[in-house]
């Protein structure tokens, strides 16, 4: 079983309006995942440095950051990063540049677990359907040019529909909603979600609704075990 997760930590501004990063970084030690999609990890001005520092991640989690950051200063791409457990190997990562009115961006992974290989796309959507779905569309073409594998697409989808935007993915991927994440203090909102492609099976999911998360951040961590076909 692999256990994924994707956590919105709004540049570590607690619900307390206080920035603590060492808050988000007890909640991503409890969360115990393998692989996490991180959004809002950096500052949103000047060269958009780091809010969430990588060496405090490295000090209290078995995680480490992959290296989407073009600069020194910060520690993701479009406010993103995927975090990784130490013993997984990475083989491949990409950014991929999304459609819309504002800049967005999503990421992509491909790790070796011991179950076998699993794609991870992480994503934080535009706050209009119709840019949503234009920014699907453009991770739809960029799997499509590579190698078939198990395939999850996970993080802020900023989508209050019950439906959301990913059926323009097609039928080979489902749409998960583990349930409310924002606002943390009393969710009503589903804005974090998870589709999980063929090859793939969804054991468990679930929000991560911890008294430490509901200050942390504005949104709640969502968390899924997911199973390799045939493993």
Request: glycine share 10%; charged share 20%; proline share 8%.
């Amino acid at each position: 079983m692999i256990r994924v997760a994707s956590y919105n930590v709004h540049k570590c501004l607690g619900m307390d309006r206080r920035r603590q990063p060492e808050r988000i970084v007890s909640v991503l030690a409890s969360l115990d995942a393998d692989i996490v999609a991180l959004q809002e990890v950096d500052h949103r001005l000047g060269g958009r440095p780091a809010a969430l520092p990588a060496a405090m991640i490295a000090e209290r989690t078995d995680l480490s950051p992959l290296p989407y950051a073009l600069g020194p200063l910060s520690l993701g791409w479009h406010g993103q990063t995927i975090l990784v457990r130490r013993s997984l190997n990475v083989s491949a990562i990409r950014r991929l540049e999304l459609p819309g009115l504002e800049p967005r961006g999503a990421i992509l992974a491909e790790v070796e677990t011991p179950q076998g290989p699993i794609r991870i796309v992480g994503a934080h959507l535009g706050l209009i359907r119709r840019y949503r779905l234009m920014q699907f569309a453009a991770i739809r073409a960029a799997l499509s040019r590579r190698t078939p594998m198990p395939t999850a697409i996970l993080g802020d989808f900023n989508d209050w529909s019950k439906r959301g935007s990913g059926e323009i993915l097609g039928t080979g991927y489902r749409m998960h909603v583990p349930g409310p994440s924002f606002p943390a203090p009393r969710p009503v909102g589903a804005l974090d979600r998870i589709l999980v492609g063929d090859g793939l099976h969804l054991m468990d999911a679930g929000v991560h609704a911890t008294a430490p998360a509901r200050i942390a951040s504005d949104h709640l961590p969502i968390w899924a075990n997911l199973r390799l076909e045939g493993a």
